[in-house]
């Protein structure tokens, strides 16, 4: 069974397993300001960001990219603080996504956290600031920081509950070891003192008596000597009336492997008043603030945990450490009590401990001292202990008949009443007790103090103590009943009282279902009005009604309160729910009944839908509610016999009802009600109709009222629905019903306005009815174009009036049409020109010629036009009419067509083109409309006037339609262009439109015989320029043959765009002529160069020029040609260094240098560039002219030496290069030149010079190759010292295979005064493969200079055990250092070393893994082992251990030296050692002083031991055990007599003892028997004991006893006698005197048990076996006093 421990450790977190850097954790990079959130921020590439966990959702972390250098997260909020700069403050809500404040410290802020939920400490180098973040705050000053603190880390900040107390924690280094300073301020007196201390807190703490919190000051120190206290103090002046605390300071143990180790954080829990403090190498100490006592102390972490915070969900301690674990400590209330009483065997600290914080663990210790005090008659201490036990453990009935057994000393109070005095001081009374305290103080009527206590909360209440106060008082009980939650007895005291309200209420808040039924029924009875009230608050607006609603109702009906049932069920049935139908249908039953209108109310509501509605509608058409009845009725029937008495019902409803029904039904209903009374129901068919017609149709409506002959119905349904009716037949119907009902302006206005009818057959039906008004005739054939028709009815039915009204006042415009008709009806020619002369009005001259034309008699209207000609009339119609009477009778048509600017061309030219094209081409080309005018030039061959017009008319698009290729017509007109059209113009324009057509038609070869015509032949524009161009051009497009033609013969043309253009259609050799003959000699050259690519001609031609242009641009072409040597000669005569890049890059290319040097001296004189100098010397290093280049650097330069000693270096060429960098001083190029010419000596000095580490690595790794060790060694002195460079020394040396120069050279090294860890590390790595030997007195000499993981891995993989080992010891890894020595324990095992290690891993499972080794290969050290893990050994499985190796015996002295924690296993195991050893006497002494262990296993083991002494053992184990008959029975088997009588006796078993009488008498031993008779007096019964005395002839031997039991009967009944004559006395006395006033002065209960005095101790009882004095009475009497069960005074 493992150890218990006082607390409980748990991982919570791993932050490396979410992704958290290892490097990113630490104390300026992570912090926790509460156990609800971690803040890391860390750098991922370079991205900065912060990461929030919630400890609540640790898998799914928050990351912000924010570049802040110090983040903390606000103790309970999503709330984030972030600094910049050390001087900007910012505060963030992360939810919110909004920044709450920010501030500019003036000073850099060095440290800062939360110190409340919205409150910060801010402290800089001087001051400490408070800044809250609540409105617009500044930072507020508090204190300067001490002069101790100076130059301090500031690790922590605490300050105390009401912030007056405030403490700045700070460390620094001093001789050696980690000093801590804090100062201490007073808000209130201002004042600061300085404190030596590493880690401090604040507490509220509560001692016992004090009626406040004291204020305490905890804090932990290590001084310069290394001893440690833990301080606990008081701070301020303590609150009025408390009581002062003492101050505690008290030792802190480090152990001897910790000697650096220091507090470095402390955290409070109020909750159990013990102070956590962890030190830096991870230890736990546990404190208790009352006594100051150390609890526990042990190692939790093997690394250091950096930041803390109190754990508010186990009131412990929460912190990380360096690996990023998430850990917490708090204290294990189920262990911690028993701990403290068994481990550190301090049972006082263990009863306070469980009295403060209310814990289990010391039950036995509270009974034993409850026994004890009242043992000894000390009720007050033993009322307090009882009071103030944990889990009430003694506050049960039976302490309370103790007490109550207890008499109560005259005059002074009861020790009941103290003991519920010191109750109701400290805590609330239990059920119990509250029933033994109220009974008597309601028998006496203290009413009052009841409900004082009820106030103050020192009763619990129960049921039974509600009846005991309902007797005094209801009001009273009802509390307690509320407080008992008592729910019956609750409603019951409500009802009682009459508070129905409240009764609601409660039972929905305790969820507690009463009869309401009942409870109502007995409201109805006493209040009416209450009743409703009550019935109402049943049925709750959302949710189930709390009773059944239907029985509500019965219960109304019952007293008949048919209105008040009504006021309840609206309420009750508002949300009208389906289940409550028939409540629905029984509402309006009972209402319909007895009051309609209501009823009537209810349904015009419409709050209810789920009734009974056939029903109902009966109900409803019986009680004359024949609307309601209609809404309910289904069955068509029924509806048509209430529907036709119209005279009965809202006529609007009527209509809105009809909606309802179905078009059948809707249909039969109309029908109905026309079948019964037309004239009554006409008026409200027509409104139904007219409403839902849509639904209805119209056809059936109008065929219902055509049924029934209406058509004044007709009319009026049809009038309200023709405005918005699409159907024909609806407007001819309205029409038809218009008309006979004499409505003819309604017929004229649908005729008028209606689109929607059919023409034809209004037409007809106009036509037929034979109107005594023609008009609505006249509108219909006008609208629909009948006027022929109309025409034609009209002149045949002798209404002629009506043609002449129509024309001149109805439509004007359509005279022609009526002329038309006229004219078909062979009229009289005079008429018809009356009738249009006659007509004023607008109309269309072209429709009134066309309708003439048609039938050849135009020249009709021929007086007509002249006279509108005459009149100004400037109408195309007009005049196109009279063109076309012109042309018809030839009266001088040309002239007309030419000077008449008023008719349509296109008109009249289409009239023209049968009779006259000629007149059409007129007509067409005075209107220009040149698709007809080509068209009929084409059609009768007239190209002449085609052209002439193309030309004149100078439109591009136009000539682009002629000239398509698809024009069959082209040729002949180009011609006639060519011929005709063009020599006939003198005007510019018109040859260059013509011109640009043709080039846009892409005619080249008409172009040119165009152009020819116009440039080469003497003409006005043989001159022009742009006309020559555009020859030549034409020709290069169509004809190359004749372009050189053309540019010999002509001169004014443009000749650098002609040449251009030649080049760009690869006439190269025009282009050249072109540029010869205008002298453009470079563009020349560059034909000849680029386009010819003859060289040869070009270099002719440059010889020619002589240009130096010409000669530069050749000497390009040759550069490109890679022509070096004669594009050098050619730059040097064009003396032109202007492509000095080119030419360099092609000489370097060539490895021409010669001429290269040529070139570039030419180029120096004209300019002094970098480069071309540059150039020069390094030609000169290429050429071996190194006197020249000597001579050129010496003298004044602008070459980049650097740059050209660098080219000479990489190809080879040293000398050269060595002249350059000697020149400019560059050392290291210098040596590294050297060493390439072997130059080794000269090469170290320079390398000396240069002081840069890569030449002397470079240098170094040359010597090696030369194996010139001694240079190398002095340059790899210089090396080493650079920790980035040593690996690559060390790689190269061992890569050649020099291991000995490469140690000579480390060791010679590590005197330097710049020699690093680094070169200790790889010296030892070194020594661990090269020279093994060597190894261990390095590591002793330097271990702590060394990089220790790096040489450990060399170690391990050298096989190098007890080097391995000490550098484990060093790096404190001492797991592995104590599994390396169990691994390797030949080389590696050092029993010293051993031990000292195996005390400090953190691995526990070493432990047993160490003691498995030291059975293999040191059994006889085992023990010192042991001795040595004691403190840290879970005992119970090292025994376990050792049971299962079978080696036992091997560890008995490990068994005896811890055999005093009371181990169960250790006493076990050490018990069974011993026996196999046959000492008994060490197993008695071993059993009676560790009693932890299985005694009855044990028992039966000895039970069956062949020693006797072992089978005694086993009795008394038996005996211990309450086994008394087994242990009796085996001391009689090995008669073992004394033993039997003693456990006999102690077994306060009559029957046992007499059992063992009897037994004595069977084996004949009399004086046993006697002797069992004094040791069991007691225990036995006198009437036995004489008849075995008498029955075995042994009276002798019962005689003392049977004398000793007849003097103590006398004595009792003596006394008996005694008392009951005093008692007599007391009663007569009594009934003598008046009786007292009960409690006339008050109970004493509430003044605590100081009001009351001691009492003197009774008589202790006699010890058992031993007879009573006289004068006591015996055991099972009780003493005189009052009767059990009362209570002193009451």
């Known amino acids: 069974m493992a150890q218990l421990l006082p607390i409980r450790f748990q991982e919570h977190l791993q932050l490396q397993n979410i992704g958290i850097n290892v490097q990113q954790i630490g104390f300026a990079t992570l912090t926790m300001e509460s156990d609800k959130y971690i803040c890391v921020r860390e750098k991922v590439g370079d991205t900065s960001q912060v990461v929030i966990i919630d400890l609540a959702d640790p898998g799914n972390p928050i990351r912000r990219p924010i570049t802040a250098e110090s983040a903390i997260m606000n103790p309970a909020s999503k709330v984030i603080a972030l600094k910049a ?14 920044r709450m404040k920010s501030h500019t410290m003036t000073d850099d802020v060095v440290y800062w956290r939360w110190i409340t939920l919205n409150t910060l400490v801010l402290v800089t180098e001087t001051s400490v600031f408070h800044w809250s973040m609540e409105g617009d705050s500044q930072p507020a000053k508090m204190f300067d920081r001490h002069s101790s603190l100076a130059g301090c880390q500031i690790i922590n900040y605490k300050t105390d509950k009401s912030l007056k107390w405030l403490l700045l924690v700070g460390i620094s280094a001093e001789q050696h070891r980690v000093k801590g300073n804090m100062q201490l301020y007073s808000v209130d007196r201002k004042v600061s003192q300085p404190i030596e201390g590493h880690a401090a807190s604040f507490a509220q703490f509560k001692l016992q008596g004090n009626q406040e919190e004291s204020t305490l000051f905890a804090f932990a120190v290590r001084n310069a000597t290394g001893a440690g206290k833990f301080h606990i103090i008081e701070v301020g002046t303590p609150p009025q009336g408390n009581q002062a605390f003492q101050k505690k300071a008290m030792d802190v143990f480090f152990p001897p492997e910790a000697q650096a180790d220091f507090p470095v954080a402390m955290q409070v829990s109020e909750r159990f008043g013990v102070s956590y403090v962890i030190t830096k190498f991870g230890y736990i100490h546990l404190y208790d603030l009352e006594s100051g006592t150390c609890i526990y102390m042990n190692r939790i972490s093997g690394e250091t945990i950096f930041t803390t915070a109190v754990h508010e969900a186990s009131n412990g301690i929460i912190g990380v450490n360096r690996k990023g674990q998430v850990l917490s400590v708090t204290v294990d209330e189920t262990n911690i009590v028993p701990y403290i009483t068994n481990q550190l065997s301090n049972p006082d600290l263990a009863l306070r401990f469980a009295t403060r914080n209310n814990l289990a663990g010391a039950e036995e210790l509270f009974v034993r001292k409850f026994n004890m005090l009242f043992a000894q008659q000390q009720y007050s201490e033993a009322a307090k202990v009882a009071a103030t036990s944990p889990k009430g453990i003694l506050r049960t009935p039976d302490t309370i008949q103790r007490f109550k057994q207890v008499p109560s000393p005259p005059g002074q109070q009861s020790p009941l009443l103290q003991y519920f005095g010191i109750l109701l001081e400290s805590s609330q009374l239990n059920k119990y007790e509250a029933l033994e305290l109220c009974r008597p103080v309601v028998a006496q009527g203290k009413i009052k103090l009841i409900e004082k206590w009820l106030k103050e909360e020192k009763l619990e209440c129960s049921e039974e103590l509600g009846e005991i106060v309902k007797q005094a008082d209801p009001t009273l009980a009802l509390s307690v009943f509320l407080r008992a939650n008592v729910p019956a007895k609750v409603i019951q005291c409500f009802a009682e009282t009459g508070q129905f309200q409240k009764i609601i209420l409660y039972a929905k808040k305790v969820e507690y279902t009463p009869d309401y039924i009942f409870l109502l029924r007995n409201v109805m009875r006493l209040n009416p009005e209450k009743g409703v009230e009550f019935a109402k608050m049943l049925v709750p607006d959302d949710g189930e009604p709390m009773a059944d609603i239907n029985s509500v109702v019965d219960v109304f009906m019952e ?3 048919v209105q008040q049932c009504t006021s309840f069920l609206l309420d009750a049935l508002k949300n009208n729910r389906p289940n409550e139908a028939h409540l629905q249908t029984r509402l309006l039953e009972m209402n319909l009944l007895t009051a309609p209108q209501v009823a009537d109310a209810i349904m015009g509501n419409q709050m209810f839908t789920h009734y009974d509605r056939p029903h109902i509608a009966q109900l409803c058409e019986k009680a004359g509610l024949l609307q309601r009845a209609l809404e309910h009725y289904t069955d068509i029937y029924d509806i048509k016999r209430a529907v036709v008495h119209t005279h009965m019902l809202n006529p609007e409803w009527l209509v809105n009802y009809f909606g309802s029904l179905s078009v059948e039904d809707s249909l039969e209903c109309l029908r109905a009600m026309l079948q019964a009374n037309v004239r009554q129901n006409l008026q409200v068919v027509v409104k139904i109709a007219s409403k839902y017609y849509e639904q209805l149709t119209t056809n059936a409506l109008i065929e219902l009222f055509e049924s029934f002959k209406s058509f004044e119905g007709l009319f009026y349904f049809l009038g309200s629905i023709v405005n918005f009716s699409q159907e024909a037949d609806v407007h001819l119907k309205y029409i038809q019903a218009a008309c006979k009902t004499g409505q003819m302006k309604e017929v004229e206005r649908i005729c008028r306005e209606s689109n929607c009818y059919e023409p034809e057959r209004v037409k007809n039906f106009l036509k037929e009815s034979k109107l005594t008004d023609q008009l609505p005739l006249i509108i219909v054939c006008d609208r629909f174009d009948f006027v022929h028709d109309l025409v034609l009815y009209l002149y045949r039915n002798n209404l002629q009036k009506y043609i002449e009204i129509y024309v001149q006042k109805v439509n004007p ?22 009738l249009v002369l006659s007509v004023r009005g607008a109309y269309s001259t072209d429709e009134l010629v066309e309708e003439v034309e048609k039938r050849n008699r135009l020249k009709l209207l021929l007086p007509l036009l002249e006279s509108r000609v ?22 001088n048509p040309e002239r007309f067509l030419r ?20 007149l059409a081409c007129v007509a067409y080309e005075r209107g220009q409309a040149d698709e007809e005018l080509i068209k009929v030039c084409n059609e009768n061959s007239l190209f002449k006037t085609e052209a002439r017009y193309l030309v004149r008319r100078r439109d591009p698009d136009l000539w682009a339609t002629v000239l398509a290729e698809d024009n069959e017509y082209r040729r002949p007109l180009i011609d006639q262009v060519v011929q005709t059209a063009l020599n006939e113009t003198q005007d510019p324009e018109d040859v260059s439109v013509t011109v640009k057509s043709f080039m846009s038609a892409d005619l080249p070869n008409e172009l040119i015989e165009l152009l020819e015509k116009i440039v080469l032949e003497n003409s006005v524009f043989s001159e022009h320029r742009n006309l020559q161009n555009l020859l030549i051009l034409t020709a290069i497009k169509a004809d190359r043959t004749r372009v050189m033609e053309y540019i010999t013969r002509l001169d004014n043309y443009d000749a650098p765009d002609i040449a251009n253009i030649a080049i760009s259609s690869e006439l190269y050799e025009e282009a050249f002529v072109i540029f010869k003959k205008f002298d453009v000699n470079t563009s020349a050259i560059e034909v000849l160069i680029v386009h010819i690519h003859n060289l040869d001609r070009a270099y002719e031609f440059a010889e020619r020029c002589n240009q130096p242009l010409v000669w530069s641009r050749l000497a390009e072409a040759q550069l490109e040609a890679m022509m070096v040597k004669e594009a050098i000669d050619s730059y040097i005569k064009a003396d032109d260094p202007s492509s000095y890049t080119e030419v360099i890059q092609a000489g370097n290319q060539s490895g021409n240098f010669e001429d290269l040097v040529r070139y570039l001296q030419m180029a120096r004189k004209k300019t002094r560039e970098t480069f071309i100098e540059t150039e020069l010397v390094f030609a000169f290093a290429k050429t071996n002219r190194l006197s020249d280049l000597e001579e050129f650097i010496s003298g004044p330069n602008h070459a980049q030496i650097q740059q050209v000693g660098e080219r000479c270096y990489d190809e080879a060429m040293y000398e050269a290069a060595k002249l350059l960098f000697n020149n400019i001083s560059n050392f290291a190029r210098l040596a590294s030149t050297l060493v390439h010419l072997g130059e080794f000596q000269n090469a170290v000095d320079s390398a000396r010079k240069a002081n840069s580490t890569r030449t002397w690595k470079e240098v170094c790794f040359s010597c090696v190759d030369a194996e010139e060790f001694r240079l190398a060694q002095v340059c790899g002195l210089h090396i080493v010292v650079h920790a980035d460079e040593l690996d690559d020394l060390i790689k190269y040396y061992q890569n050649k295979g020099y291991f000995n120069e490469l140690i000579t050279l480390m060791e010679a090294a590590l005197g330097l005064e710049r020699a690093h860890m680094g070169m200790f590390t790889e010296l030892a790595i070194l020594y661990s493969k090269y020279k093994p030997s060597k190894m261990r007195e390095h590591l002793e000499l330097f271990w702590s200079r060394v990089n220790i993981p790096k040489v450990l ?44 290690v195996i005390t400090k891993v953190a691995n526990v499972e070493l432990y047993y893994r160490a003691l498995q080794f030291y059975l293999d290969h040191k059994p006889l050290l085992i023990n010192d082992l042991l001795i040595v893990l004691t403190p840290r050994l879970d005992h119970t499985r090292t025994v376990s251990f050792f049971k299962k190796v079978k080696h036992m015996h091997l560890v008995k002295s490990y068994l005896r030296s811890v055999q005093q924690n009371n181990n169960k296993a250790i006493n076990e195991a050490l018990n069974q050692v011993l026996i196999e050893e046959e000492d008994y006497e060490s197993v008695r002494k071993s059993i009676d002083s560790f009693d932890n262990f299985d005694t009855i296993a044990l028992a039966q083991q000895l039970e069956k031991h062949e020693l006797v002494e072992f089978r005694r053992i086993a009795a008394y184990l038996y005996k211990s055990n309450n086994r008394w008959s087994q242990s009796v029975q085996l001391c009689k088997k090995d008669r073992l007599f004394k033993d039997a009588m003693q456990f006999a006796c102690e077994s306060r078993e009559t029957e046992l003892a007499e059992d063992l009488l009897a037994w004595f008498l069977e084996i004949g031993k009399p004086e046993c028997f006697g002797a069992c008779l004094y040791t069991c007096y007691d225990l036995l019964r006198p009437d036995v004991i004489l008849e075995l005395a008498w029955r075995n002839n042994i009276l002798d031997f019962a005689m003392p006893y049977l004398v000793q039991v007849l003097r103590e009967y006398l004595t009792k009944i003596d006394r008996l006698q005694q008392s009951d004559a005093e008692r007599q006395a007391e009663a007569e006395e009594q009934n003598q005197q008046p009786p007292p006033m009960m409690m006339e002065a008050p109970l004493m209960i509430t003044a605590g048990p100081g009001m009351v005095p001691g009492m003197p101790p009774p008589g202790m009882m006699p010890p058992t076996g031993m007879m009573p004095p006289t004068g006591q009475p015996p055991m099972g009497f009780p003493p005189a006093g009052p009767l059990p069960g009362t209570f002193g005074q009451f």
Not at 818 to 833: A, E, M, R
Not at 1355 to 1375: G, I, M, P, R, T
């Open 85 to 98: 700069s050390g001087k900007n403050l910012q505060i963030f809500n992360i939810e919110m996504k909004s």
């Open 559 to 561: 007293m008949n309160m």
């Open 813 to 834: 415009s359509r005279l022609p049409v009526v002329v038309g008709g006229l004219l078909d009806v062979d009229c009289s020619d005079d008429i018809i020109k009356n």
């Open 870 to 891: 005459h009149e100004g009339v400037e109408e195309p119609a007009t005049h196109n009419a009279l063109a076309k009477i012109y042309i018809d009778s030839n009266n």
């Open 899 to 918: 000077e008449n600017q008023f008719y349509d061309s296109i008109v009249v030219g289409k009239y023209c083109v049968k009779r006259d094209p000629h």
């Open 1353 to 1396: 891995r060399a170690a391990e993989q050298a096989h190098l055990w007890s080097e391995l080992v000490f550098l484990y010891d060093k790096y404190e890894e001492y797991d592995n250092a104590v599994l390396t020595m169990m691994a390797h324990p030949t080389e590696a095992w050092k029993e010293g070393l051993f031990k000292e």
